[in-house]
């Protein structure tokens, strides 16, 4: 059993940055990958980012690639996921996920890949 606590989120103007972490416990992740989602209300759930825990390869959606950035630290077993050159669309409820590794990154995408997660926290990007 993995527990995951995200915290970070809240209300930052277009252009700004945010960082959201996310604290696991109950098993470590070396065999896991974690992941980013994010959802707004009546529509459906969107891979951000992932992490392979161990090794620490990354992958990102190609919305977010070059503005965010997921890393993890290690000792802490709490995974990061750094927000910058944030938009409007990007308001939502963020997720924080655990799985097994998939074989390829890709796999990642899939939300089906993970077994745990977090609460969600509101980032909110005002104009």
């Known amino acids: 059993q993995v527990q995951l606590v995200e915290s970070g989120g809240g209300l930052v103007q277009a252009g700004g940055s945010l960082r959201l972490s996310c604290a696991a416990s109950?098993?470590?992740?070396?065999?896991?990958?974690m992941g980013w989602f994010r959802q707004t209300p009546g529509k459906e759930r969107e891979f951000v980012a992932s992490?392979?825990?161990?090794?620490?390869?990354?992958y990102y959606a190609d919305p977010m690639k070059g503005r965010f950035a997921i890393s993890r630290d290690y000792g802490k077993n709490t995974g990061y996921l750094q927000m910058n050159s944030l938009k409007p669309e990007d308001t939502a409820v963020y997720y924080c996920a655990a799985g097994p590794r998939p074989v390829l990154p890709s796999f990642s995408r899939n939300s089906r890949q993970y077994d745990y997660w977090g609460q969600g926290t509101q980032v909110t990007v005002s104009s």
């Open positions: 109950g098993r470590n992740l070396n065999d896991y990958v």
């Open positions: 992490i392979n825990w161990g090794g620490g390869s990354t």
